[in-house]
C-alpha cells in the first residue's frame, strides 16, 4: 500500500485555489473515508444507569412543568458523538420521558419516527390518530412517521418510558420537522390494532383484499413477548439465540423502516456471543442483572440500564444469575443498513 499525499504536500496557493472554489482534495481524507477492514466509530459502548437518571429525571418533573417542556424528556447522549448531538449511536436517539399524574403531552406529529418502551408505572396512555393505547411496563407502542400522537396519565405515580426515534438520521438529512394539532378526538374502540391482531398468524379476514397496512398493529404487550420468548427458549437448545423481532404481522417485516426492535432472554447463566454487525445498537435490560463485553468495556447493566452498541463491535452478554432469566429490549439500525443494502453480519467473533 502506498502512502497517501497530504494536504501539506500540496502548494499552499493550490489549496487556496481548491477553497476558494468549494473543491477538496480526495486523497488526503481517503483513508478516514474508507478506513481499511473495519468502520471506524466515535460511538463509546456507554451505560446509562437508571439509578442515575430517575432521580433526574423526577426532579425534571419538580423543575419543568409539563407546559414548558411539551415533552419531559433526559436524553442518553453518547458522549463519543458529543452530548449536544443526543445521539445514542450514530442513527439512535434514545430520551427517557417523565409524565406526572393528570398531565397530558400535547398532540402532535413529525417526519422522525418514534416508539415507546415503558419503565415503569402505570395508567400512561398514547393515543396515535384516535387510537387510545395503554401503556404498562415492558410494552411497545409505535408512533410512525407522520400519525398524531399525544400521550397522558391516569394513574396515580410516575410514568417514564423511553424512547427511541431516527431522528438523527432524519435530522442528517435536513428532513426534521413537526406539525402540532389540536387534542385528538378518541375514537370508541382503543387498542384497536392490539384486538385485530392480538395472535401472530390470525389477521382480520378484510386485510387480506387490502394491500398491506404500513402499521396494523401499534402495541405490543410485554406480557405477550415475555411468554413468547419463555417458550422460545424451552423449546429450543442450550446456546440457540432466544431473540424476537417485532413486525409488521401483516408483512413479517420490521415494523418500522429505520430502527429495528426487538427482544431476547438469555437464560439462567447464559452468556449470548453474537457475531458482530454493520449495524448500532442500544440495548435496555427489561428484567435481571447482566454483564456485557462490548468492544472490550465491561458494563455491568441491571434492571431499567441501557447500554450503547457502536457499529462492528465484539459483543457479549452474560446473565450473571444461574437461577434465573435475563430479558433485554433492543433497538438497532439493522432495517435502514439492510434497505441501503449494506448490512452485514461477520462470521468469525472477533
Ligand atoms: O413523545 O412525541 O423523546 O416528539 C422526542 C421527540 C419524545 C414524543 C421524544 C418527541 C417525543
Known sequence: MSQLGTLEDLPIDYRQG????????????????????RASRRTQPVLWRYADIRPRL?????????????????????????????????????????????????????????????????????????EK?????????????????EHGHEGSEPVVWMDALDLPTILFLEASYCIEGQPQSVRNQGDASQTAYRRAGLAPYASLDRAPDKYPLKRFPWKDTRAALTD???????????QLAYVNPQTGQECMPVLGFSALML??????????????????????ETQALVDGVEIDAGVNDTFAVP??????????????PAFL???DDAPMQRRLGFFEEFEAAA
Open 18 to 37: 481548491l477553497t476558494d472554489h468549494n473543491l477538496v482534495p480526495l486523497w488526503p481524507s481517503l483513508r478516514a473515508a474508507l478506513p481499511h477492514g
Open 58 to 130: 423526577m426532579e425534571a418533573g419538580r423543575l419543568t412543568p409539563i407546559e414548558r417542556a411539551e415533552r419531559r424528556v433526559l436524553v442518553l447522549a453518547n458522549p463519543g458523538l458529543g452530548l449536544a448531538n443526543m445521539q445514542a449511536t450514530p442513527s439512535i436517539y434514545i430520551g427517557m420521558q417523565l409524565i406526572l399524574p393528570q398531565e397530558t403531552a400535547p398532540n402532535h406529529k413529525h417526519s422522525p419516527s418514534a416508539v415507546r418502551f415503558v419503565v415503569e408505572g402505570h395508567g400512561g396512555y398514547t393515543a396515535v390518530q384516535g
Open 133 to 149: 393505547l395503554p401503556m404498562e411496563r415492558g410494552d411497545l407502542i409505535l408512533t410512525p412517521a407522520g400519525l398524531w400522537h
Open 232 to 242: 422460545l427458549a424451552a423449546a429450543t437448545d442450550p446456546g440457540e439465540r432466544v
Open 267 to 288: 437464560r439462567p447463566g447464559e452468556t449470548a456471543r453474537p457475531h458482530r454487525r454493520s449495524s448500532s445498537a442500544v440495548l435496555h435490560v427489561v428484567e435481571g
Open 311 to 324: 457499529t462492528h463491535a465484539a459483543v457479549t452478554i452474560a446473565n450473571r444469575s444461574t437461577s434465573r
Open 329 to 331: 429490549f433492543q433497538v
